[in-house]
């Protein structure tokens, strides 16, 4: 992602600049007869014309912090002035000069495109003699006009944002406030999406306070405020986070050695405060300002001859290795990893097949949303499956699952083709939806309760996996919590919990980081390395790129076919360049999206 130039220094600021000011503001609420102090004394003002960050991991306050801003809640205590005016005591008046954008926005996928436009131009009262140069406006900035006679349901994730998008500007507002706007959306979506809102800055004057699970967004930034646990920690230009961090960050590479192997034993080391693989090796934030003592650090690791062409160079620090510095207070090594899965893995050859997709193909009418892909994966193997949003990749998955036939094709799981193996195939499976599919009505222990029932655990055995469950993804402060009523990352940490329990050796996971903060995608991504080195076969998609870098291999995928396989340092050389030496992942996805558009042009 490119940085725009304006982003690359702050601007001098005026007593007069601000547009929001935020005074000793305390929010509260009563879960489950405990006193949750959601927002804690935060105090902090918003410069016109600028993009501020409102950065925190799951359940830091954001969300609510935005509601207040928008008038939708009242604080405890403390003020909130914008423009002037109180959002609890006129709510009407703010709501006019700020456009809200929630998590999840609520388009009505019954209705067209321009239908949607239509509703909310009546819920916002904007004169039908304003709106059709509006649209065009909003249109044309999207990349949504030739698209206004389709259903919003037919459209694809980062097209559904961009009218979410749309619909909360069709009354231009003062200030605009995001929350999470490109969860889910893939690396070209995320990248549009980012242009649009550059665009509504520069040109517009636009005021902008967004969420943001991608630390890599908080760079493009000119602002951030840095919330944990309803506190304002720190508040500035991200360079001024990241400079603190000055010596203290590294890339280890250790040829010959597996990199989640080597990524999972940092992790844990005295003296590591971070660590996760990053291209061709490990990127490690020390807790001083020297580099790690390979030696040391990996005394016993396997393969020695690999350690010694092993390098540690320095590398520059970012704004995402000074949030984990900052949330894990320094402190280094035996960070929670996970327990992973206990029980016997697949009883196969090391490196057999364990999926084996031949020539599938997947018709909805005369609409083929696979066409013909093939690709297998090897026992302990992390595969990962990419693509932009509507390339197929769902869909391939629930025909892996077995929740949906393909049209033709042979697939198969273990040497057996789903559709005809029984319960008995489908209990090796676990499947941890890309919507949380579990029951908002039931809390998280009854939750776990009815998948491990479902997956025939019962008495003793159930009782310990529940147990597990609590314990491994922190879910024990939510057990009588409604998992509507979750924070998204604890919904994920929920899902994942919940096609864990039943202990299955092919795990297949659609975007399960989706939203997630940067530390419960660390402890993710260590559960997955567990995983696999007890040979549990995984299959994975994301569009987190840098998650791409902890798979074996991947294939790429684009209007329901192969784009490409291999390794991801296998796919990176076809983009290496004396101006780009070092491509990132995202660096590749894109490219390989922009050759395919070419070639269909």
């Avoid at 999470?180 to 636009?206: A, F, K, N």
């Avoid at 599919?437 to 009854?446: M, P, T």
């Avoid at 790429?556 to 004396?578: D, N, Q, T, W, Y």
């Amino acid at each position: 992602m490119q940085q725009p130039p304006y982003g690359k220094s702050e601007k001098p600021e005026r007593p007069d600049d601000a547009i929001l000011r935020i005074e000793s503001v305390n929010k509260a609420f009563v879960v489950h007869k405990q006193h949750v102090k959601a927002v804690d004394g935060i105090s902090f003002r918003l410069s016109r014309g600028r993009i501020t960050g409102l950065i925190g991991p799951d359940g830091a306050g954001k969300t609510t912090l935005l509601r207040l801003v928008a008038g939708l809640l009242s604080p405890d205590a403390g003020r909130i002035r914008m423009l002037g005016a109180d959002p609890a005591a006129d709510p009407l008046t703010v709501q006019q000069s700020v456009g809200y954008m929630p998590q999840r926005f609520g388009l009505y996928e019954d209705l067209t495109v321009r239908e949607n436009l239509d509703l909310y131009a009546d819920l916002q009262a904007v004169p039908v003699n304003a709106r059709t140069s509006r649209y065009e406006e909003l249109m044309q900035m999207t990349n949504l006009g030739r698209f206004t006679k389709r259903m919003a349901g037919a459209l694809s994730g980062g097209m559904k944002q961009k009218l979410g998008l749309a619909c909360t500007l069709i009354r231009p507002p003062a200030l605009l406030l995001l929350d999470e706007p490109t969860v889910g959306v893939d690396p070209v979506s995320r990248r549009e999406l980012w242009d649009i809102i550059y665009r509504l800055v520069e040109e517009e004057g636009l005021t902008v306070m967004l969420t943001t699970a991608y630390l890599d967004e908080a760079e493009r930034c000119q602002r951030v405020v840095l919330m944990h646990r309803g506190k304002l920690l720190g508040e500035g230009p991200p360079g001024e986070f990241s400079e603190r961090l000055r010596g203290r960050t590294f890339q280890v590479r250790v040829p010959g050695l597996n990199k989640r192997a080597v990524q999972t034993r940092l992790s844990r080391a005295a003296g590591v405060v971070d660590a996760i693989i990053q291209g061709s090796g490990v990127r490690v934030v020390m807790e001083a300002a020297h580099p790690p003592d390979l030696n040391k650090l990996l005394p016993d690791a396997p393969g020695d001859k690999g350690k010694e062409t092993a390098r540690v160079d320095p590398v520059a620090p970012r704004f995402e290795d000074s949030f984990v510095d900052q949330l894990r207070a320094g402190k280094s090594g035996g960070h929670h990893t996970g327990g992973g899965i206990s029980g016997p893995a697949i009883r196969e050859d090391a490196g057999a097949r364990v999926i084996q997709v031949d020539n599938v193909k997947r018709r909805f009418g005369d609409f083929y949303a696979v066409k013909g892909i093939r690709f297998s994966v090897r026992q302990g193997e992390v595969f990962g499956l990419l693509g932009a949003n509507g390339a197929g990749k769902s869909t391939t998955f629930r025909m892996l699952c077995g929740l949906l036939p393909p049209s033709e094709g042979t697939l198969l799981i273990a040497g057996r083709d789903l559709l005809h193996a029984g319960a008995g195939a489908r209990s090796r499976i676990g499947y941890m939806a890309q919507h949380f599919s579990l029951y908002g009505d039931l809390s998280v222990k009854e939750n776990l309760k009815f998948f491990s029932s479902a997956y025939g655990l019962y008495g003793k055995k159930q009782r310990e996996r529940i147990d597990w469950a609590m314990d491994e993804f922190e879910l024990a402060d939510y057990a009588k919590t409604t998992s509507r009523d979750l924070p998204l990352g604890y919904k994920q940490r929920l899902a994942l919990a919940a096609a864990l329990m039943h202990s299955p050796d092919i795990l297949f996971l659609d975007e399960p980081t989706s939203g997630v903060d940067p530390l419960a995608r660390r402890e993710f991504w260590h559960r997955i390395s567990r995983l696999a080195e007890q040979g549990v076969t995984v299959l994975v998609t994301t569009h987190f790129m840098e998650e791409a870098e902890y798979c074996d291999r991947l294939v790429m995928m684009a209007e329901g076919e192969i784009l490409v396989e291999g390794a991801p340092e296998e796919m990176k050389e076809r983009f290496r360049s004396g101006q780009t030496p070092e491509p990132s992942m995202e660096d590749v996805f894109i490219g390989w999206m922009q050759l395919q558009e070419e070639a269909g042009a």
